[in-house]
């Protein structure tokens, strides 16, 4: 049915992340809008890193206050229990309803240093001149080979395809232009089609003003559509009001390129919607 893309969030962080409100909180709004699904995405506990990820305590919380709020709304919206599954994580994806696999991070070749590159520039600018001798080619190399590493896992969706260039804005730190990254992009988005995962049109780099285009970018789209690949349209909502960010816009985008339908991710699984 055409238009359900715009009832479905299953990209969504709350307080027990990074994200600004409570599950109860997101709940409600995703109510009082008319969604039918909301899927819980918490950021899974990776032992490199301290800042946002759910703790173990936090990740038992989350469990248990997702299971309530299933109860309470039953009937009234299916609320989903994910996980935003990073490559370095330490919990078992499996055992949630689906899972986003996404890559956050470069481990350093050099000094085994977890380096998360979608956050502070000073950080990625530390990846690049400490592990790679200041080539921003080879950092973009290295992430996107952690990309190809998520695609063989075959998880649900694949996140934000190209979150390297969220802190890249102007060319900062390397041309996405380049040859090289094109090529990276390009094999990394082969594995993707031979695991046959779902890309998700992620509007989360517009909406917290880090970027003017989503992700992945429209030339990886193009080449995505070349290769039959599915998308699913998220926010990668870290506020109550951001569930729905983009999505039209994000919409228009993909019919422009030449597809005629995404993903729409519910209880059952996906279904396909005509755009």
Same mark, same amino acid.
């Given at each position: 049915?055409?238009?359900?893309?715009?009832?479905?969030?299953?990209?969504?962080?709350?307080?027990?992340?990074?994200?600004?409100?409570?599950?109860?909180?997101?709940?409600?709004?995703?109510?009082?809008?008319?969604?039918?699904?909301?899927?819980?995405?918490?950021?899974?506990?990776?032992?490199?890193?301290?800042?946002?990820?759910?703790?173990?305590?936090?990740?038992?919380?989350?469990? !248990?206050?997702?299971?309530?709020?299933?109860?309470?709304?039953? $009937? /009234?919206?299916?609320?989903?229990?994910?996980? =935003?599954? *990073? +490559?370095?994580?330490?919990?078992?994806?499996?055992?949630?309803?689906?899972?986003? !696999?996404?890559?956050?991070?470069?481990?350093?070749?050099?000094? $085994? /240093?977890?380096?998360?590159?979608?956050?502070? =520039?000073? *950080? +990625?600018?530390?990846?690049?001149?400490?592990?790679?001798?200041?080539?921003?080619?080879?950092?973009?190399?290295?992430?996107?080979?952690?990309?190809?590493?998520?695609?063989?896992?075959?998880?649900?969706?694949?996140?934000?395809?190209?979150?390297?260039?969220?802190?890249?804005?102007?060319?900062?730190?390397?041309?996405?232009?380049?040859?090289?990254?094109?090529?990276?992009?390009?094999?990394?988005?082969?594995?993707?089609?031979?695991?046959?995962?779902?890309?998700?049109?992620?509007?989360?780099?517009?909406?917290?003003?880090?970027?003017?285009?989503?992700?992945?970018?429209?030339?990886?789209?193009?080449?995505?559509?070349?290769?039959?690949?599915?998308?699913?349209?998220?926010?990668?909502?870290?506020?109550?009001?951001?569930?729905?960010?983009?999505?039209?816009?994000?919409?228009?985008?993909?019919?422009?390129?030449?597809?005629?339908?995404?993903?729409?991710?519910?209880?059952?699984?996906?279904?396909?919607?005509?755009?």
């Amino acid at each position: 049915m055409a238009g359900e893309y715009m009832l479905s969030s299953v990209h969504v962080h709350s307080k027990l992340c990074d994200g600004k409100n409570t599950l109860e909180e997101l709940a409600v709004t995703a109510w009082h809008m008319g969604l039918k699904t909301l899927g819980f995405t918490g950021h899974s506990h990776t032992p490199c890193d301290l800042e946002y990820c759910m703790s173990p305590s936090r990740t038992a919380r989350y469990k !248990g206050d997702i299971a309530k709020l299933k109860k309470q709304y039953e $009937g /009234k919206l299916d609320i989903l229990y994910g996980l =935003e599954w *990073d +490559l370095f994580s330490d919990d078992d994806p499996s055992k949630y309803d689906y899972w986003i !696999g996404s890559a956050h991070y470069i481990h350093g070749p050099k000094t $085994g /240093k977890y380096y998360e590159i979608d956050w502070r =520039e000073s *950080d +990625l600018a530390d990846c690049i001149n400490t592990e790679f001798d200041g080539d921003g080619l080879a950092a973009v190399e290295a992430y996107f080979d952690n990309v190809k590493k998520l695609a063989s896992m075959r998880p649900t969706i694949l996140g934000h395809f190209d979150l390297i260039k969220k802190i890249n804005k102007g060319n900062k730190f390397f041309d996405e232009d380049a040859p090289r990254y094109h090529k990276a992009a390009s094999d990394a988005l082969a594995a993707a089609a031979r695991n046959r995962c779902v890309l998700e049109i992620n509007t989360s780099g517009v909406a917290r003003g880090f970027r003017e285009d989503f992700f992945p970018s429209q030339a990886i789209l193009q080449e995505w559509l070349a290769l039959s690949g599915n998308v699913v349209i998220t926010a990668d909502a870290h506020a109550a009001d951001k569930l729905t960010f983009g999505f039209e816009e994000a919409a228009a985008q993909l019919k422009a390129l030449g597809y005629s339908k995404v993903q729409v991710l519910g209880k059952n699984g996906f279904t396909p919607c005509e755009l």
